[in-house]
């Protein structure tokens, strides 16, 4: 019984994860025509604050979402996290819960809590490296907030404009300590790839 409950409980989360690349892809693409090029109206290497918010403000109304999180300095009476203390990373763990993980690239404007529980974290503006991206938290409150399980990142190429699922083996291992371990795997799970065994499914392989 309880390798079946494992098994529906990753297929759950398997179908959560395909809607919110394909509505995170949708709006990507429409904001791209929209705006020309998101990656050059949105996304610099130094963003500012107003192009930020324009990107955010874009997403926000093309998803039709009931509400925002809040910002890093003022988490909204545990409406998307089970904290109020402006640290996510007391919240979420890397791929093999090994350590917590890293998540400035996460939150620190708005995030948008989806009518299904669904969390997106538009952009970012700690490092350039994550200037271009959307992490997704499709699980929301339920857990197990664990990257590669029900957190994952996307990128739009600076050169093409589409959206990638995030893929390094380096941030998706069973081992590792690293910080940013599972946010790598992103490319792995939309694909159902077992990263460390071919003969198997990404959602079967993971620890």
Not at 24 to 51: A, G, M, Q, R, W
Not at 63 to 75: A, K
Not at 111 to 136: H, K, L
Not at 152 to 162: A, G, L, P, R, V
Request: one cysteine or more.
């Amino acid at each position: 019984m309880p390798a079946l409950i494992n098994k529906y409980q990753k297929k759950v989360l398997e179908t959560k994860l395909k809607k919110a690349y394909s509505v995170i892809n949708n709006i990507h693409n429409k904001l791209h025509l929209e705006y020309d090029s998101v990656y050059d109206t949105f996304v610099t290497d130094t963003p500012t604050i107003e192009l930020r918010r324009e990107h955010f403000n874009s997403f926000f109304k093309e998803l039709q979402s009931p509400d925002v999180c809040g910002s890093i300095q003022n988490i909204e009476s545990k409406k998307c996290f089970e904290t109020t203390n402006g640290s996510l990373r007391s919240i979420y763990r890397t791929f093999n819960n090994k350590s917590t993980l890293h998540t400035a690239n996460m939150f620190q404007e708005n995030a948008i809590i989806d009518r299904d529980g669904t969390i997106y974290f538009v952009g970012n503006v700690i490092a350039s490296q994550w200037n271009n991206s959307y992490t997704v938290d499709i699980n929301g409150k339920k857990g197990p907030n664990r990257a590669g399980y029900d957190v994952f990142i996307f990128f739009f190429e600076q050169n093409s404009d589409k959206l990638t699922p995030y893929k390094t083996l380096g941030y998706c291992d069973k081992n590792s300590s690293n910080v940013h371990n599972g946010f790598g795997c992103t490319y792995y799970a939309v694909n159902d790839i077992c990263p460390w065994d071919e003969n198997k499914r990404y959602w079967d392989c993971i620890p």
